[in-house]
Protein backbone atom coordinates (compact mmCIF):
# COMPACT_ATOMS: atom_id res chain seq x y z
CA UNK A 1 0.00 0.00 0.00
CA UNK A 2 0.98 3.79 -0.48
CA UNK A 3 2.17 5.17 2.86
CA UNK A 4 -0.68 8.26 1.70
CA UNK A 5 -3.34 5.40 1.82
CA UNK A 6 -1.50 3.66 5.33
CA UNK A 7 -2.05 6.80 6.47
CA UNK A 8 -5.57 7.10 5.76
CA UNK A 9 -6.66 3.95 7.30
CA UNK A 10 -4.66 5.03 10.39
CA UNK A 11 -6.78 7.94 10.68
CA UNK A 12 -9.97 6.80 9.59
CA UNK A 13 -9.47 4.14 12.68
CA UNK A 14 -8.42 7.18 14.72
CA UNK A 15 -11.35 8.41 13.89
CA UNK A 16 -14.15 5.46 14.50
CA UNK A 17 -12.46 5.19 17.94
CA UNK A 18 -10.85 2.01 16.71
CA UNK A 19 -7.90 0.87 18.26
CA UNK A 20 -4.51 0.73 16.85
CA UNK A 21 -3.11 -2.87 17.11
CA UNK A 22 1.00 -4.06 16.97
CA UNK A 23 0.82 -5.64 13.28
CA UNK A 24 -0.91 -2.46 12.08
CA UNK A 25 0.73 0.46 10.25
CA UNK A 26 1.71 3.47 12.18
CA UNK A 27 3.90 6.51 11.43
CA UNK A 28 6.96 6.47 12.77
CA UNK A 29 6.80 9.23 15.55
CA UNK A 30 3.32 7.43 17.02
CA UNK A 31 5.74 4.30 17.68
CA UNK A 32 8.40 6.25 19.25
CA UNK A 33 5.63 8.61 21.60
CA UNK A 34 4.08 5.39 22.78
CA UNK A 35 7.66 3.67 23.06
CA UNK A 36 8.34 7.25 25.64
CA UNK A 37 5.32 7.29 27.16
CA UNK A 38 4.75 3.16 28.02
CA UNK A 39 8.37 2.96 28.90
CA UNK A 40 8.37 5.83 31.42
CA UNK A 41 5.20 4.51 32.92
CA UNK A 42 6.87 0.88 33.36
CA UNK A 43 9.98 2.48 34.78
CA UNK A 44 7.90 4.79 37.10
CA UNK A 45 5.82 1.36 38.42
CA UNK A 46 9.14 -0.13 38.83
CA UNK A 47 10.89 2.38 40.60
CA UNK A 48 7.71 3.39 42.61
CA UNK A 49 8.63 0.00 44.25
CA UNK A 50 11.70 1.24 46.65
CA UNK A 51 9.63 4.54 48.36
CA UNK A 52 7.24 2.18 49.79
CA UNK A 53 9.06 -1.29 49.88
CA UNK A 54 11.42 0.10 52.53
CA UNK A 55 8.48 0.29 54.48
CA UNK A 56 7.69 -3.05 54.43
CA UNK A 57 9.46 -4.16 57.59
CA UNK A 58 8.10 -1.17 59.82
CA UNK A 59 4.88 -1.30 58.99
CA UNK A 60 2.70 -0.74 62.61
CA UNK A 61 1.10 -4.23 62.45
CA UNK A 62 0.87 -7.52 60.47
CA UNK A 63 -2.28 -6.72 58.59
CA UNK A 64 -0.87 -2.94 57.44
CA UNK A 65 2.58 -5.21 56.61
CA UNK A 66 0.19 -7.56 54.23
CA UNK A 67 -1.72 -5.20 52.99
CA UNK A 68 1.37 -2.91 51.80
CA UNK A 69 3.51 -5.94 51.01
CA UNK A 70 0.53 -7.02 48.10
CA UNK A 71 0.27 -2.86 46.89
CA UNK A 72 4.33 -3.14 46.03
CA UNK A 73 3.77 -6.53 44.15
CA UNK A 74 1.11 -5.07 42.16
CA UNK A 75 3.18 -2.31 41.45
CA UNK A 76 5.74 -4.96 40.06
CA UNK A 77 2.93 -6.80 37.98
CA UNK A 78 1.95 -3.03 36.17
CA UNK A 79 5.61 -2.68 34.82
CA UNK A 80 5.64 -6.32 34.12
CA UNK A 81 2.44 -5.67 31.70
CA UNK A 82 3.27 -2.47 30.70
CA UNK A 83 6.75 -3.30 29.37
CA UNK A 84 5.35 -6.26 27.40
CA UNK A 85 3.11 -3.60 25.74
CA UNK A 86 6.28 -1.73 24.83
CA UNK A 87 7.87 -4.19 23.61
CA UNK A 88 4.81 -4.92 21.30
CA UNK A 89 6.05 -1.92 19.71
CA UNK A 90 9.42 -3.17 17.99
CA UNK A 91 11.88 -2.55 20.78
CA UNK A 92 13.66 -5.19 23.33
CA UNK A 93 13.06 -5.68 27.27
CA UNK A 94 17.15 -5.41 27.43
CA UNK A 95 17.12 -1.84 25.46
CA UNK A 96 13.73 -0.34 27.99
CA UNK A 97 16.03 -1.16 30.77
CA UNK A 98 19.39 -0.10 29.66
CA UNK A 99 17.05 3.34 29.04
CA UNK A 100 16.55 3.31 32.51
CA UNK A 101 19.80 2.58 33.99
CA UNK A 102 21.56 4.66 32.02
CA UNK A 103 18.94 8.06 32.91
CA UNK A 104 18.38 8.14 29.09
CA UNK A 105 14.21 7.26 30.08
CA UNK A 106 12.29 9.22 32.55
CA UNK A 107 10.41 7.69 35.21
CA UNK A 108 7.72 9.69 37.52
CA UNK A 109 8.94 12.67 39.41
CA UNK A 110 6.95 11.69 42.70
CA UNK A 111 9.42 8.51 43.27
CA UNK A 112 12.23 11.23 43.94
CA UNK A 113 11.03 12.47 46.70
CA UNK A 114 12.10 10.06 50.64
CA UNK A 115 9.48 8.24 52.75
CA UNK A 116 10.33 10.00 55.99
CA UNK A 117 7.42 7.87 57.73
CA UNK A 118 4.63 5.56 58.32
CA UNK A 119 1.90 8.54 56.95
CA UNK A 120 4.24 8.59 53.77
CA UNK A 121 2.49 5.57 52.78
CA UNK A 122 -1.07 6.47 53.16
CA UNK A 123 0.09 10.25 51.58
CA UNK A 124 1.36 8.07 48.59
CA UNK A 125 -1.41 5.80 48.20
CA UNK A 126 -3.96 8.58 48.56
CA UNK A 127 -2.23 10.97 46.93
CA UNK A 128 0.05 9.52 44.49
CA UNK A 129 -2.11 6.43 43.40
CA UNK A 130 -4.69 8.84 43.25
CA UNK A 131 -3.30 11.22 40.72
CA UNK A 132 -2.04 8.31 39.28
CA UNK A 133 -5.59 7.06 38.50
CA UNK A 134 -6.84 10.31 37.52
CA UNK A 135 -4.41 9.93 34.54
CA UNK A 136 -4.97 6.12 33.73
CA UNK A 137 -8.92 6.28 33.84
CA UNK A 138 -8.32 7.82 30.47
CA UNK A 139 -5.34 5.43 29.23
CA UNK A 140 -8.30 2.57 29.13
CA UNK A 141 -9.19 4.68 26.08
CA UNK A 142 -6.02 4.91 24.57
CA UNK A 143 -5.36 4.21 20.76
CA UNK A 144 -3.41 1.99 20.99
CA UNK A 145 -4.81 -1.63 22.20
CA UNK A 146 -2.05 -3.14 24.42
CA UNK A 147 -1.58 -0.02 26.14
CA UNK A 148 -5.54 0.30 26.32
CA UNK A 149 -5.89 -3.02 27.56
CA UNK A 150 -3.19 -3.07 30.15
CA UNK A 151 -4.82 -0.08 32.19
CA UNK A 152 -7.92 -1.81 32.48
CA UNK A 153 -6.51 -4.03 35.34
CA UNK A 154 -3.89 -1.53 36.10
CA UNK A 155 -6.69 1.07 37.22
CA UNK A 156 -8.70 -1.37 39.49
CA UNK A 157 -5.77 -2.24 41.36
CA UNK A 158 -4.54 1.32 41.33
CA UNK A 159 -8.22 2.28 42.98
CA UNK A 160 -7.53 -0.51 45.77
CA UNK A 161 -4.17 1.18 46.48
CA UNK A 162 -6.05 4.98 46.80
CA UNK A 163 -8.21 3.19 49.15
CA UNK A 164 -5.79 1.88 51.28
CA UNK A 165 -3.73 4.89 51.48
CA UNK A 166 -6.71 6.92 52.34
CA UNK A 167 -7.57 4.97 55.28
CA UNK A 168 -3.96 4.83 56.59
CA UNK A 169 -4.47 8.79 56.78
CA UNK A 170 -7.92 8.34 57.96
CA UNK A 171 -6.90 6.18 60.88
CA UNK A 172 -3.81 8.27 61.70
CA UNK A 173 -6.49 11.54 61.18
CA UNK A 174 -8.41 10.16 64.31
CA UNK A 175 -5.69 9.08 66.52
CA UNK A 176 -3.49 10.74 69.07
CA UNK A 177 -2.02 14.70 68.37
CA UNK A 178 1.16 13.01 67.46
CA UNK A 179 -0.45 11.11 64.67
CA UNK A 180 -2.56 13.81 63.20
CA UNK A 181 0.53 16.14 62.80
CA UNK A 182 1.87 13.38 61.18
CA UNK A 183 -0.53 12.89 58.76
CA UNK A 184 -0.62 16.22 58.19
CA UNK A 185 3.32 17.15 57.58
CA UNK A 186 2.73 13.87 54.84
CA UNK A 187 0.37 15.64 52.82
CA UNK A 188 2.28 18.71 53.42
CA UNK A 189 4.95 17.18 51.59
CA UNK A 190 3.50 15.36 49.14
CA UNK A 191 0.84 17.85 48.03
CA UNK A 192 2.86 20.11 45.36
CA UNK A 193 4.94 17.15 43.85
CA UNK A 194 1.59 15.25 43.61
CA UNK A 195 0.19 18.08 41.51
CA UNK A 196 3.42 18.38 39.59
CA UNK A 197 2.91 14.12 38.27
CA UNK A 198 0.26 15.63 35.82
CA UNK A 199 3.52 17.26 33.81
CA UNK A 200 3.91 20.98 32.75
CA UNK A 201 1.12 23.06 32.02
CA UNK A 202 -0.48 22.57 28.69
CA UNK A 203 1.36 25.49 26.71
CA UNK A 204 5.19 24.27 28.17
CA UNK A 205 4.02 20.33 27.43
CA UNK A 206 5.34 19.76 24.05
CA UNK A 207 3.95 16.48 23.65
CA UNK A 208 0.42 16.99 24.33
CA UNK A 209 -0.74 18.53 21.11
CA UNK A 210 0.20 14.98 18.97
CA UNK A 211 -0.40 12.67 22.06
CA UNK A 212 -4.44 14.54 21.84
CA UNK A 213 -4.39 14.34 18.20
CA UNK A 214 -3.78 10.72 18.04
CA UNK A 215 -5.38 10.04 21.11
CA UNK A 216 -2.79 8.63 23.24
CA UNK A 217 -4.06 11.47 26.04
CA UNK A 218 -7.78 12.06 25.90
CA UNK A 219 -7.52 14.90 28.42
CA UNK A 220 -4.93 17.44 28.97
CA UNK A 221 -2.21 17.85 32.33
CA UNK A 222 -3.87 21.13 33.17
CA UNK A 223 -7.26 19.44 33.02
CA UNK A 224 -6.13 16.36 34.91
CA UNK A 225 -4.82 18.43 37.50
CA UNK A 226 -7.71 20.36 38.40
CA UNK A 227 -10.03 17.05 38.09
CA UNK A 228 -7.39 15.89 41.10
CA UNK A 229 -7.65 18.93 42.90
CA UNK A 230 -11.65 19.14 42.93
CA UNK A 231 -11.67 15.41 43.83
CA UNK A 232 -8.98 15.54 46.86
CA UNK A 233 -9.59 18.84 48.52
CA UNK A 234 -13.12 17.19 50.07
CA UNK A 235 -11.64 14.16 51.10
CA UNK A 236 -9.08 15.73 53.07
CA UNK A 237 -11.56 17.92 54.59
CA UNK A 238 -13.71 14.77 55.38
CA UNK A 239 -10.69 13.52 57.68
CA UNK A 240 -9.84 17.03 59.23
CA UNK A 241 -6.48 17.44 57.36
CA UNK A 242 -5.88 20.40 54.77
CA UNK A 243 -3.70 21.18 52.07
CA UNK A 244 -0.94 23.78 51.72
CA UNK A 245 -2.12 25.87 49.71
CA UNK A 246 -3.07 29.47 50.92
CA UNK A 247 -4.13 29.78 47.02
CA UNK A 248 -6.60 27.37 47.52
CA UNK A 249 -10.30 28.84 46.67
CA UNK A 250 -13.87 27.47 45.38
CA UNK A 251 -14.47 28.88 42.76
CA UNK A 252 -18.61 28.79 41.54
CA UNK A 253 -18.33 29.92 38.22
CA UNK A 254 -16.19 27.31 37.22
CA UNK A 255 -17.46 24.24 40.07
CA UNK A 256 -13.90 23.57 40.51
CA UNK A 257 -10.68 25.20 43.07
CA UNK A 258 -8.47 27.85 42.30
CA UNK A 259 -4.55 26.87 42.94
CA UNK A 260 -1.89 27.68 43.57
CA UNK A 261 1.29 27.34 41.17
CA UNK A 262 3.88 24.29 41.82
CA UNK A 263 7.16 25.26 41.65
CA UNK A 264 7.99 24.13 38.41
CA UNK A 265 11.94 25.18 39.09
CA UNK A 266 11.94 22.06 41.47
CA UNK A 267 9.99 19.78 39.02
CA UNK A 268 12.65 20.31 36.16
CA UNK A 269 15.25 19.84 38.66
CA UNK A 270 14.11 16.68 39.54
CA UNK A 271 13.29 15.43 36.42
CA UNK A 272 16.59 16.60 35.57
CA UNK A 273 18.19 14.23 37.99
CA UNK A 274 19.11 15.91 40.74
CA UNK A 275 15.83 15.39 43.08
CA UNK A 276 16.46 14.43 46.53
CA UNK A 277 16.31 11.00 45.88
CA UNK A 278 17.55 10.37 42.17
CA UNK A 279 21.04 8.48 42.59
CA UNK A 280 19.54 6.50 44.98
CA UNK A 281 16.90 5.24 43.17
CA UNK A 282 18.80 4.43 40.05
CA UNK A 283 21.36 3.34 42.66
CA UNK A 284 19.19 0.67 44.17
CA UNK A 285 17.64 -0.44 40.42
CA UNK A 286 20.80 -0.94 39.23
CA UNK A 287 22.01 -2.86 42.09
CA UNK A 288 18.62 -5.45 41.22
CA UNK A 289 19.11 -5.45 38.03
CA UNK A 290 22.46 -6.89 38.50
CA UNK A 291 21.87 -9.09 41.36
CA UNK A 292 19.19 -10.53 38.98
CA UNK A 293 21.58 -11.49 36.16
CA UNK A 294 21.87 -15.17 37.37
CA UNK A 295 17.79 -15.76 37.05
CA UNK A 296 18.16 -14.20 33.45
CA UNK A 297 20.75 -16.29 32.48
CA UNK A 298 18.89 -19.46 34.00
CA UNK A 299 15.55 -18.40 32.18
CA UNK A 300 17.25 -17.85 29.03
CA UNK A 301 19.17 -21.21 29.49
CA UNK A 302 15.89 -22.87 30.18
CA UNK A 303 14.04 -21.41 26.93
CA UNK A 304 16.82 -22.23 24.89
CA UNK A 305 16.60 -26.12 26.48
CA UNK A 306 12.84 -26.02 25.59
CA UNK A 307 13.17 -24.77 22.19
CA UNK A 308 16.60 -27.28 21.20
CA UNK A 309 13.69 -30.31 22.28
CA UNK A 310 10.95 -28.61 20.15
CA UNK A 311 12.71 -29.26 17.35
CA UNK A 312 14.07 -32.46 17.81
N1 LIG B 1 7.81 12.95 35.93
C1 LIG B 1 8.85 12.79 35.06
N2 LIG B 1 8.84 13.31 33.83
C2 LIG B 1 7.75 14.00 33.44
C3 LIG B 1 6.64 14.18 34.28
C4 LIG B 1 6.71 13.63 35.57
N3 LIG B 1 5.72 13.77 36.45
N4 LIG B 1 5.72 14.91 33.63
C5 LIG B 1 6.24 15.19 32.42
N5 LIG B 1 7.46 14.65 32.32
C6 LIG B 1 8.37 14.77 31.19
C7 LIG B 1 7.82 14.08 29.95
O1 LIG B 1 8.17 12.72 29.94
C8 LIG B 1 8.48 14.88 28.87
O2 LIG B 1 9.85 14.49 28.75
P1 LIG B 1 10.41 13.75 27.42
O3 LIG B 1 9.83 14.49 26.24
O4 LIG B 1 11.88 13.83 27.56
O5 LIG B 1 9.90 12.35 27.49
C9 LIG B 1 8.54 16.29 29.44
O6 LIG B 1 8.46 16.13 30.85
C10 LIG B 1 7.43 17.17 28.96
O7 LIG B 1 6.16 16.69 29.39
P2 LIG B 1 4.89 16.49 28.46
O8 LIG B 1 3.70 16.99 29.17
O9 LIG B 1 5.15 17.06 27.10
O10 LIG B 1 4.91 14.90 28.34
P3 LIG B 1 3.70 13.90 28.19
O11 LIG B 1 2.68 14.38 27.22
O12 LIG B 1 4.28 12.55 27.96
O13 LIG B 1 2.98 13.93 29.63
C11 LIG B 1 2.69 12.41 31.44
C12 LIG B 1 3.59 13.46 30.78
C13 LIG B 1 1.39 13.05 31.88
C14 LIG B 1 3.41 11.83 32.65
C15 LIG B 1 2.40 11.31 30.38
O14 LIG B 1 3.61 10.76 29.91
C16 LIG B 1 1.55 10.19 30.86
O15 LIG B 1 0.34 10.30 30.93
N6 LIG B 1 2.17 9.04 31.13
C17 LIG B 1 1.47 7.82 31.51
C18 LIG B 1 1.19 7.78 32.95
C19 LIG B 1 2.45 7.68 33.76
O16 LIG B 1 3.56 7.64 33.28
N7 LIG B 1 2.27 7.59 35.03
C20 LIG B 1 3.33 7.46 35.96
C21 LIG B 1 2.74 7.86 37.25
S1 LIG B 1 3.33 6.91 38.57
C22 LIG B 1 2.53 5.45 38.48
O17 LIG B 1 1.71 5.23 37.66
C23 LIG B 1 2.92 4.43 39.50
C24 LIG B 1 1.78 4.14 40.41
O18 LIG B 1 2.16 3.07 41.19
C25 LIG B 1 1.45 5.25 41.32
Sequence with gaps: ??????????????????????????????????????????????????????????????RRKMVLLAKVQDEGGHGLYLYSAAETLGITRE?????????KAKYSSIFNYPTLTWADIGAIGWLVDGAAIMNQVMLQ???????????????KEESFHQRQ????????????PEQKAMAQDAINRWWWPSLMMFGPTDEKSPN???????????????????????????????IGLTVPDKDLVWNESKKGYDFGTPDWEEFYNVIAGNGPCNKDRLAARTKAHAEGAWVREAAQAFADKRKELEVI
Excluded at 95 to 103: D, M, P
Excluded at 215 to 222: F, H, V
Aim: charged share 25%; proline share 5%; with cysteine.
Design 208 to 238: SANAIKWKIKRESNDQLRQKFVNQTVPQAEI
Design 141 to 155: RTSYGPYARAMVRIC
Design 95 to 103: ELVSQLLTG
Design 1 to 62: MENSEQERNFDAKLERNETIEPKDWMPDNYRKHLIRQISQHAHSEIVGMLPEGNWITRAPSL
Design 165 to 176: GYEIMMVLAKGS
